[in-house]
């Protein structure tokens, strides 16, 4: 594809693939990929990218959180945008993929439309949101919050591991923290917010599908529990007479599994983290601390489930005479991927010659933030095994090519809502 003299040397797939790895070379750890939020790896990574987006034809800039936008101008300045973003910072010892694929793969779409001299009636803006994962500040969605208009200014006070407040990390990294409302964009700027990710699990793998269409974003009710019994010695304390706290866990955990195995509506569950006290190998548990987490794309399921859950733990806990804490620490709704933007990511993937398949999101993405100012949609791209958050997470060359060429294809024949009001399905 021509442009000027400009000439396209690679595939995409294989700029892609290069830029991914170039990326994923910027971590703090040697042998490891680990790019917090507000890290200098991380100021690294944001003028590498501002560098890639100048080199496609977009306007860029660092906005008041720390995201990466870029910008390619429509038909006429000014004009609403087709927003496409994911996010840059990583978990701790994580895979190259996550995040970068879909901020990488959108910049190698707007390049190969700036080689082609291709406008549209709309802008195209591309963001690489600077916190997703919320592994510093333990709050996710930072960078996406921030544009949607919902950022928490608490947040600013938080401490990371070393005691560094988030307020003054941003000082730090160059940013003002009295200004981060200056991100904020507002509905009537972006026509759609979409998003290309790997899948993060097996489902596309198993279909033998390079891509999928995204239903929803599912929503997530974490709880913490604990159960006090009473701590007794292993030896002289009979069976019928204990109060152990961590075999009353035993059978909760077990219910929990129990229950979504046995659901059909999409609903997961996992226990994630368990502690018992006093924790020695000759003592009875007298209390036991665990997790809860439960997810489903519908969010009365969740509710549901979650009831149900809570139900059979204070049954538990009754009939061995524990005492029961239960508090939710996370209630997040489910962020449904809009009716008019799935068909054209259908379309889109039907006409690269792919079978259609459609999946929810059991992870969490910047759409779940995005949406209260946008329409979302989503295309998920096949990663090995299912693999993700972890070293060995994978996108062979050839599915990062069919996801880009999606995208293309989406892009391409983009078609704006044209009803009076937004098809969004409510959360």
């Known amino acids: 594809m021509v442009a000027g003299n400009a000439v396209q ?120 949101f600077a916190d997703e994962e919320g592994v510093r500040f333990a709050s996710t969605l930072l960078g ?72 929803a974003i599912a929503g997530a009710t974490r709880l913490a529990a604990r159960l006090t019994g009473m701590a007794g010695h292993a030896g002289t304390v009979p069976m019928a007479l204990r109060r152990d706290a961590l075999a009353g866990a035993a059978e909760c955990i077990g219910a929990i599994e129990q229950f979504c195995r046995t659901d059909d509506g999409g609903l997961v569950g996992t226990v994630g983290y368990i502690q018992a006290r006093p924790g020695a190998t000759n003592v009875v548990p007298g209390e036991v601390s665990f997790t809860i987490d439960m997810r489903a794309p519908i969010d009365m399921h969740r509710k549901r489930a979650v009831a149900e859950i809570v139900r059979q733990i204070e049954a538990v806990a009754k009939r061995r005479q524990l005492v029961l804490q239960l508090d939710v620490t996370h209630e997040n709704g489910t962020a449904p991927c809009a009716p008019w933007l799935k068909e054209q990511i259908a379309h889109a993937i039907g006409a690269e010659g792919f079978s259609v398949f459609e999946l929810p999101s059991g992870a969490g993405h910047d759409g779940m933030a995005m949406i209260d100012i946008a329409d979302v949609g989503m295309i998920f791209v096949r990663c090995r095994g299912g693999i993700s958050h972890h070293p060995d997470e994978h996108v062979e060359l050839a599915d990062a090519e069919a996801g880009a060429r999606v995208l293309l294809r989406v892009i391409e024949n983009f078609r704006p809502w044209e009803g009076k009001s937004s098809p969004q399905v409510t959360r």
Not at 38 to 55: F, H, T, V
Not at 148 to 163: E, I, P, Q, Y
Not at 168 to 194: K, M, N, Q, S, V
């Open 144 to 215: 996406s919050r921030a544009v949607a208009g919902t950022f928490d200014k608490s947040v600013l006070n938080t401490r990371d591991r070393d005691g560094v407040s988030m307020r003054d990390a941003l000082i730090t990294f160059g940013l003002d923290p009295d200004h981060i409302g200056a991100a904020a964009r507002t509905r009537r700027e972006l026509i759609a917010y979409l998003e290309l990710h790997i899948e993060q699990g097996p489902v596309l793998e198993a279909q033998n599908l390079p891509v999928g269409v995204v239903t």
């Open 9 to 128: 040397t690679t595939s995409l797939g294989e700029e892609i693939v290069r830029r991914i790895n170039e990326l994923g070379a910027i971590s703090e750890e040697a042998g490891k990929l680990t790019r917090i939020y507000l890290s200098k790896e991380l100021r690294e990574a944001a003028d590498l990218i501002l560098g890639w987006m100048r080199e496609a034809g977009m306007s860029a800039h660092l906005d008041a959180i720390g995201n990466v936008c870029g910008r390619y101008e429509g038909e006429r300045p000014g004009a609403p945008c087709l927003m496409l973003g994911s996010h840059y910072d990583t978990v701790r010892d994580a895979g190259k993929w996550d995040g970068p694929l879909g901020v990488i793969t959108a910049i190698a779409c707007v390049a190969d439309l700036n080689r082609r001299g291709r406008r549209f009636p709309f802008a195209i803006e591309v963001v690489g």
